[in-house]
């Protein structure tokens, strides 16, 4: 699960890292209320969870004087799709030079691995391509209280050695918090001192209760009651919802779906031996993403049985148009079920996703 900055900040904090003094609000008269305390050149920095909202209009460098419009135009803006509900507004920065710091979990080596570069104030990516040099790296096992001084020394060289400090709280946090990404672009140097000018900070949801989190905000609503259902369901950004049993069968549908140049609205497996109501549940659940043109149902029988699958489907009633393919045990039964019905029946999950094409064109 993805933190807001200002909550990314807040634990930085909270370990000894420097952040600009700010406060966040989440409305115009807010900000009106707080003016009067605040330092003449501010930033308003729109809280949504994405990234480069520089570029896409989020973040503005202002003063006290031109706040107000500034941040009434910042609420009606949307960011890359994201409405602004909050907006953090800190004291503006005079920044000297930029750093960049993360901590990503590398899963080749199976270890968090500190990335740190002296040469910040361009994306990261473009670093990565045209300079892979000057991205430092360094491997080091979460099973350390500390990042080790001469690991420190390896990724700083003659970097301020007052960053020190701050990518030794940044692991701690990434460990603590059970991170798969802690980030600070960019770590800013200024007259009085480093600042983590920016925070990201993502949670693993397998560790949700751990970290005491009962909301996955990051999933919808339908997402969420899939999870109470106990299928696992996925939304994408095609127009093909897609129910089938078992991972393997599922996937396959998706590659399959991929490589006719169509794309998947969403996914869900409904596992073994789902009952007629399960499969009502999974395909109400399915349809009733806006976005679903069409779906395929892709299963095979086997401790599930067809006829079942039948019955679910007609008991679910969508609207949509629904491609079935069955196989396996009680085939004749489900399929007489259905076609009795006027459902659209094939043998094929070739042919199921060839006929969904058709269907969204
Ligand atoms: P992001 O685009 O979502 O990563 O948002 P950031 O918080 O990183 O802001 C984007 C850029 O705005 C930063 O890389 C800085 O160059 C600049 N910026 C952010 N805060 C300040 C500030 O307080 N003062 C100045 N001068 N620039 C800032
Ligand atoms: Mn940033």
Same mark, same amino acid.
């Given at each position: 699960m993805k933190f807001l900055e200002f909550e990314a900040k807040n634990i930085l904090k909270a370990?000894?890292?420097?952040?600009?003094?700010g406060i966040l609000v989440k409305s115009i008269q807010e900000l009106e209320d707080a003016l009067p305390s605040l330092p003449e050149k501010i930033v308003l920095k729109a809280q949504v969870d994405v990234g480069g909202r520089g570029k896409a209009g989020g973040i503005i460098i202002t003063d006290k004087e031109r706040a107000l419009k500034d941040i009434?135009?910042?609420?009606?803006?949307?960011?890359k799709g994201r409405s602004v509900n909050s907006v953090l507004v800190e004291e503006a920065l005079e920044i000297k030079k930029e750093y960049y710091c993360s901590i990503i979990v590398d899963r080749k080596e199976k270890s968090p691995v500190i990335i740190f570069t002296d040469e910040g104030?361009?994306?990261?990516?473009?670093? #990565?391509?045209?300079?892979?040099?000057?991205l430092r790296?360094?491997?080091?096992?979460?099973? $350390?209280?500390?990042?080790?001084?001469?690991?420190?020394r390896s990724l700083l060289r003659?970097?301020?050695?007052?960053i020190g400090p701050v990518i030794n709280a940044l692991f701690r946090v990434f460990v603590e918090k059970d991170a798969i990404l802690a980030e600070i672009n960019p770590l800013v140097l200024t007259e009085s001192g480093i600042y983590a000018a920016d925070a990201k900070l993502i949670i693993d949801d397998n560790s949700l209760a751990r970290q005491g989190i009962t909301v996955n905000r990051d999933l919808t609503e339908r997402e969420r009651t899939a999870l109470i259902h106990g299928f696992s369901y996925v939304e994408l950004k095609g127009s093909i919802g897609v129910i089938g049993n078992g991972a393997g069968l599922t996937? #396959?549908?998706l590659d399959l779906i991929e490589y006719s140049g169509e794309k998947?609205?969403?996914? $869900?497996?409904?596992g073994g031996g789902a009952d007629q109501e399960r499969v009502a549940h999974a395909l109400r659940l399915v349809a009733s993403d806006p976005s679903v043109k069409v779906v395929v149902v892709n299963l095979l029988g086997g401790i599930t049985r067809c006829d079942e699958v039948a019955k679910g489907i007609i008991a679910a009633n969508?609207?949509?148009?629904?491609?079935?393919?069955?196989?396996?045990t009680n085939e004749k039964e489900g399929k007489i079920i259905l076609e009795s019905q006027g459902y659209e029946m094939v043998s094929t999950m070739e042919e199921a996703i060839q006929r969904a094409c058709q269907v969204v064109k």
């Open positions: 370990y000894g890292v420097p952040v600009p003094k009434t135009d910042l609420f009606s803006r949307s960011i104030g361009v994306e990261i990516e473009v670093t #990565a391509q045209k300079n892979p040099h000057a790296k360094a491997r080091i096992t979460p099973l $350390l209280q500390n990042v080790p001084d001469f690991i420190l003659g970097a301020q050695k007052e996937m #396959a549908t998947a609205a969403n996914f $869900l497996d409904v969508v609207a949509p148009h629904i491609i079935v393919r069955l196989a396996g």
